[in-house]
């Protein structure tokens, strides 16, 4: 997807979650929505078992400050935080090579 | 885990697999308890939904690729490109910040 536009930037946000985690799926789904309309979105994948990974590729550093002052965003943090989260870990990535395998 | 260490680099493995996949999970196995043993090895994590995606941490570009060129995983890449992988994405990142929230 993203060869071409080397370097770019990868934010890694890596969580575990409390059991009870009502209305979190609704929340994600929107803010999947709403991160896919921002300036500068490059693409996302996630997944879930023990832990969860969400990686996220934008353009700029400032696409991501961008992003992570979005207001609905700055809301669905905060909720994360108080009802959802146990623990998470966002890292900020420059991605400086890339290379693909297709079978 | 690693703040302290920035910059040090990620290694963000990101799949989909071939419905029959005997053998891998053995592999990963395997490959996860090799990982541990680099020179570098800063850390891990895996999560496989739709699309697999793994992220290994390394101190330097140069034990990612001591990693990549390491006999046996040389042997599983092989093995993972023939049998199990539809397809696969490797992107080598740069980590420049990070932050942690605990609950």
Known sequence: MTNTLIPYYAVIFTSTQKENIEGYSDMAEKMEILAKQQKGFLGMNSA?????ITVSYWESLE??????????????????????YI???????????EYEFYS
């Not at 696409?63 to 959802?84: E, F, M, S, Y």
Request: hydrophobic share 35%.
């Open 48 to 52: 879930r078992n023990a832990v969860g």
């Open 63 to 84: 696409a991501i400050k961008n992003w992570k002052q979005q207001t609905d965003h700055l809301v669905a943090q905060q909720k994360g935080r108080q009802d959802w």
């Open 87 to 97: 623990w998470y870990n966002v890292r900020i990535c420059k991605v400086e090579r």
